[in-house]
């Protein structure tokens, strides 16, 4: 079945980068956008970028530029985020989501969830 | 503070209707499509509406979409306590070049 797995809960230190990967499995993984998205805890859903795991290009939101690096691999069909220069409001679960086909802005499949815990 | 915004709760007996409201501009839900997913408490959130209306498969007819101007609604009928969750409506946003959630709507089934 269609599936995203995702990487281990992760405890860094302030001014770390944290490195979150998101397995895909069940669909031609190159034909689907993915996209991040975070909730800090007992807050809402924030978009975080898209990347296209064809080409590898990626887009970020305002919020997280020049902090954030969204790859892939395709010969494991697995996409990575990485934030850098963490902070404490860093903090929260961090998901990573299928585009679905068409609207590649509405997200059909989700994976398990991070936790990112940044603290000193 | 979130771009779009939704109530932050709603509630109703089991087998009731209700409705949850999302409102926000001409550069998100104006001239784009909304989904909604239903997060229930410890888990990912699941899509529950797409396009403003239309359901993927296996999410039953009790929930329903609509949109009207820069204003979206999410209505789920005969309600039941395993519907109990946080809801979110979200859109692209050309201003932005990305997606915007609304705040979320946490749901009790009394």
């Known amino acids: 079945q269609v599936q995203l797995v995702q990487s281990g809960a992760e405890v860094k230190k302030p001014g770390a980068s944290v490195k979150v990967s998101c397995k895909a499995s069940?669909?031609?993984?190159?034909?689907?956008?993915m996209h991040w998205v975070r909730q800090a805890p007992g807050q809402g859903l924030e978009w975080m970028g898209i990347?296209?795991?064809?080409?590898?290009?990626?887009g970020y939101a305002q919020n997280f530029q020049g902090r954030v690096t969204m790859t892939r691999d395709t010969s494991t069909a697995t996409v990575y985020m990485e934030l850098s220069s963490l902070r404490s409001e860093d903090t929260g679960v961090y998901f990573c989501?299928?585009?679905?086909?068409?609207?590649?802005?509405?997200?059909?499949?989700w994976g398990q969830g991070t936790m990112v815990t940044v603290s000193s | 503070q979130s771009v779009l915004t939704q109530p932050p709760s709603v509630s109703a007996a089991p087998g009731q209707k209700v409705t949850i409201s999302c409102s926000g501009s001409s550069s998100n839900i104006g001239n784009n499509y909304v989904s909604w997913y239903q997060q229930l408490p410890g888990t990912a959130p699941k899509l529950l509406i797409y396009?403003?209306?239309k359901r993927p498969s296996g999410i039953p007819d009790r929930f329903s979409g609509s949109k009207s101007g820069t204003s979206a609604t999410l209505a789920i009928t005969g309600l039941q306590t395993g519907d109990e969750a946080d809801f979110y409506c979200a859109a692209r946003d050309s201003s932005l070049s990305g997606v915007v959630f609304g705040g979320g709507t946490k749901l009790t089934v009394l």
């Open positions: 396009d403003n209306n």
């Open positions: 069940g669909y031609t993984f190159t034909i689907y956008y």
């Open positions: 990347i296209n795991p064809s080409g590898g290009s990626a």
């Open positions: 989501a299928r585009g679905r086909s068409g609207t590649y802005f509405t997200f059909d499949i």
